[in-house]
Every structure is written in C-alpha cells, then in structure tokens.
C-alpha cells in the first residue's frame, strides 16, 4: 500500500486545515490507517486513527474535539479536517496504514507498516 499524504498549509492560529491520505495501490478501506504528527525535537505522536469502515476511532487527548478523522471510499481517501488549529499543532504529519486485525497503537504508531512521506503543518500568526 502505497500511501500520500496533501495539505500541506500554513495557517493562523484559530483556522482550519483539512489533510488527505490517498493511497495509489491497494484499497483503503481494508486497513486501519493512522495520523500521526512529528515536531522538531519531539517524538511521534498518535493524532488519530480509524479501524476500518469508521469502527475503533481514536484521538489524542490534545485534539479531541477540534480534529476529525474520516473515510471517503469513493475516492480511496482518509481525511484528517483540523479545526481551531494552535502553535502547537505545528508539525510534519504523516498517514500510515496496518491490518485491522493487528494489535496497532495508535498513540506510538506501533504495528503502523506503511507510512506516507509526510507533509508540514505550520500554525503561526
């Protein structure tokens, strides 16, 4: 499964962004498919991920609430809408993909096999 992350932005503090994930091979809807998020000097951290269909969603306890994962099958796609986007959120981030099946973590991306090259998020006035 080979996987692309889009969005690339720099937004103000307050706005929104909405990241795609598309995958170029495969079907995504097979597979429980992560956003994970990587700030300079920090380690990776979970954001949010969906079993397949839209079963099992996690979100990390510093977006909950403002962002939104989901699926669009018609267009082999995950999106990851960030609303009321902080300084904070300032990363590179990436999508990733595993087995539904597999015991995946979504807070340290464990068990997460195929990952996107990634694209930076920068939230500054």
């Known amino acids: 499964l080979h996987l692309a992350e889009s969005g690339v932005g720099l937004v103000q503090p307050g706005g929104s962004l909405r990241l795609s994930c598309v995958a170029s091979e495969g079907t995504l809807d097979y597979y429980a498919i992560g956003w994970f998020r990587q700030a300079p000097g920090k380690v990776r951290e979970g954001v949010s991920c969906v079993g397949r269909g839209h079963s099992n969603i996690y979100y990390a306890h510093s977006v909950k609430g403002r962002f939104t994962i989901s699926r669009d099958n018609a267009h082999n796609t995950v999106y990851l809408q960030m609303d009321s986007l902080k300084p904070e959120d300032t990363a590179v981030y990436y999508c990733?993909?595993?087995?539904?099946?597999?015991?995946?973590?979504?807070?340290?991306?464990?068990?997460?096999?195929?990952w996107g090259k990634g694209t930076q998020v920068t939230v500054s006035s």
């Open positions: 990733a993909s595993t087995s539904p099946l597999s015991n995946y973590v979504c807070s340290t991306g464990e068990y997460f096999g195929s």
